[in-house]
């Protein structure tokens, strides 16, 4: 059995930049809303603070696990946080 090619429509570069420039924002935003510093953060999850700092920035990604442990770390349900990424990025979107 071949592999098929099937043509799908990814969005483009500037487009995943944009939503991952939301997603560093909304991160941000959640430690700040959880009263909690870069450097608090970091010693919670046992990194430097430029770790936090850079994923702030975009300088840095995130994985999976690591989103799901700064979740933890900061008291706020993962699925919270894709659901207000969502939301503004179908706001960016329909502007």
């Known amino acids: 059995m071949g592999y098929r090619s099937t043509k799908i429509k990814l969005p483009c570069v500037k487009h995943w930049r944009q939503q991952y420039r939301l997603f560093t924002q909304l991160m941000t935003l959640a430690r700040r809303e959880a009263g909690v510093t870069q450097m608090e953060l970091s ?26 442990s700064i979740c933890n770390a900061l008291g706020v349900a993962p699925t919270k946080l ?14």
């Open 82 to 95: 894709i659901k207000r990424l969502e939301a503004r990025a179908l706001s960016t979107v329909e502007s």
């Open 43 to 68: 010693r919670i999850l046992g990194k430097p603070q430029s770790f936090v700092s850079k994923y702030e920035s975009g300088e840095r990604r995130l994985d999976v696990v690591e989103f799901m």
